[in-house]
């Protein structure tokens, strides 16, 4: 296996650079960001071209060397580093011995509604990485067209953020930091139908399928995890829709709502009529 020269300290220029980039000020800068663990550089040199840098213990370097190989064929540099090397770079409690170096990979917002998407997700004023990954996951997962972070959410690329996506962030487009009020404004005009997600919602989700009205090419948006939307977000929607809760429940969190409103339009979409009919036409 052809590989970069062994990293042996962690004082490398290679590696203070990697390691700088578990800060928010130099991701920007740098337009670099960490995916840390087997998954997510796999998925990196899988589904784009983002992964510029490749670090590895000799351990792993060897269970994983078809995601070397591949990161290679890509044009990634790879370097074997010891364990104290990879530690030093990863944001983890316990490393799996794979941190890739990646490009920043989100899409214009105006991509995104050229594409005419049929189910987006609008994270506005979510401040959790845990969560905003997590939702990037569920959304993918449902097939959703694209997400989208406004200026008032986390940064897509904190490490906790690709790591709760688990891979995700490299399927979907997923632009950032647009003004909710022109994500909004946008999308409307691609016509799509705008619901906000939120426990104080008139309607709930089961009325909002029962009318039939989900079929429709909608976005959804959801809002801060303690909360919840405010109200002059609320009112830019078409609807505010709340999921029920049939048992004794409080309430629901963020990631868990979000993927019962994306599956209900995504099934929606998928029936007879809807706008992604598997109906012959």
Not at 101 to 107: E, H, S, W
Not at 215 to 225: R, Y
């Amino acid at each position: 296996m052809a590989v970069g020269p062994e990293l042996i300290s962690p004082k490398s220029s290679r590696v203070s650079a990697a390691r700088r980039l578990a800060r928010r000020n130099f991701r920007g800068k740098e337009r670099l960001f960490l995916a840390e663990g087997p998954q997510a550089v796999r998925e990196a040199v899988v589904h784009s071209d983002t992964l510029v840098e490749l670090f590895a213990t000799p351990d792993a370097a060897e269970r994983y060397a078809d995601i070397v190989a591949e990161a290679q064929g890509a044009g990634a540099r790879v370097h074997l580093a010891d364990e104290d090397v990879i530690a030093d770079i990863s944001t983890t409690v316990t490393p799996q011995g794979l941190v890739g170096v990646c490009r920043f990979l989100d899409t214009p917002f105006d991509t995104i509604l050229a594409a005419r998407p049929k189910l987006v997700a609008v994270l506005a004023h979510v401040r959790d990485p845990g969560n905003a990954g997590t939702v990037l996951r569920c959304a993918d997962a449902a097939g959703a067209d694209a997400v989208v972070l406004t200026d008032a959410s986390v940064d897509l690329y904190n490490p906790k953020s690709v790591r709760a996506s688990v891979g995700s962030l490299f399927h979907l487009p997923v632009a950032v930091g647009v003004p909710v009020e022109r994500a909004v404004q946008g999308l409307k005009e691609a016509g799509v139908r705008i619901l906000a997600a939120d426990g104080a919602g008139e309607d709930d989700l089961d009325t909002e399928l029962d009318r039939g009205t989900m079929g429709t090419p909608t976005a959804w948006i959801f809002g801060n995890e303690a909360w919840g939307l405010p109200e002059e977000t609320r009112a830019l929607a078409d609807a505010v829709v709340r999921v029920p809760i049939h048992g004794k429940a409080e309430s629901l969190n963020l990631a868990t709502a979000a993927a019962v409103c994306l599956y209900a339009s995504a099934r929606a979409q998928r029936a007879p009529g809807g706008c992604r009919s598997v109906t012959p036409s």
